[in-house]
T-cell receptor, first 114, second 107 residues
Framework: GAVVSQHPSWVICKSGTSVKIECRSL??????MFWYRQFPKQSLMLMAT?????????EQGVEKDKFLINHASLTLSTLTVTSAHPEDSSFYIC??????????FGAGTRLSVL | GIQVEQSPPDLILQEGANSTLRCNFS?????LQWFHQNPWGQLINLFY???GTKQNGRLSATTVATERYSLLYISSSQTTDSGVYFC?????????FGTGTSLTVIP
């Protein structure tokens, strides 16, 4: 199947700093990628839809100035958590869509903000 | 938005046992995927099954779109089957994830 690489897999940062997470489709082009957040023992919550060459579409309640998304090429989307705080600690997962219906997931990034 | 509920929420099986996981959805859809999230968090595609039945080894899935449910069957379970199973449905440009079934297979 298609491969989506997400980096880093684990990051610890100090409160107030910014963290960038990369999501790459390795063997296909993805005009659309998704960013999810997952709290312990809960389902995935869609944060935003990242479209190549245009602005991301954010879900209700997700601060776009807090979670900056850039989809500059057909194989790369980035999520930057700006001025991170402990409540931003979570598991962040990206996915890339093939066709209309199928998405493949990165391995996730575990963010811990001290 | 679409509501996607899964049952049971938790399941503990003895190795070798069979199980059925259920996914109910609130609206008509023409696509559905099943995923397995392993203990390290990686989501693995199991099936794209908008309707009908598919089989892959010990796993099979059936979706009855007109009745708004899908079933995932796991036969002869193994400890490596442990993790959380999610179904997800696309509506428009969004994917809606179910509440998940956490499966633990004990030796």
């Amino acid at each position: 199947g298609a491969v989506v690489s997400q980096h880093p897999s684990w990051v610890i940062c100090k409160s107030g700093t910014s963290v960038k997470i990369e999501c790459r489709s390795l063997d296909f082009q993805a005009t659309t990628m998704f960013w999810y957040r997952q709290f312990p023992k809960q389902s995935l919550m869609l944060m935003a839809t990242s479209n190549e060459g245009s602005k991301a579409t954010y879900e209700q309640g997700v601060e776009k100035d807090k979670f900056l998304i850039n989809h500059a090429s057909l194989t790369l989307s980035t999520l930057t958590v700006t001025s991170a705080h402990p409540e931003d600690s979570s598991f962040y997962i990206c996915s890339a869509r093939i066709g209309k219906n199928i998405q493949y997931f990165g391995a996730g990034t575990r963010l811990s903000v001290l | 938005g679409i509501q996607v509920e899964q049952s049971p929420p938790d399941l503990i099986l003895q190795e070798g046992a069979n199980s059925t996981l259920r996914c109910n959805f609130s609206d008509s859809v023409n696509n559905l995927q099943w995923f397995h999230q392993n203990p390290w968090g990686q989501l693995i595609n199991l099936f794209y099954i908008p309707s009908g039945t598919k089989q892959n080894g010990r796993l099979s899935a059936t979706t009855v779109a007109t009745e708004r449910y899908s079933l995932l069957y796991i036969s002869s379970s193994q400890t490596t089957d442990s993790g959380v199973y999610f179904c997800a449905i696309r509506s428009g440009n969004q994917f809606y994830f179910g509440t998940g079934t956490s499966l633990t297979v004990i030796p």
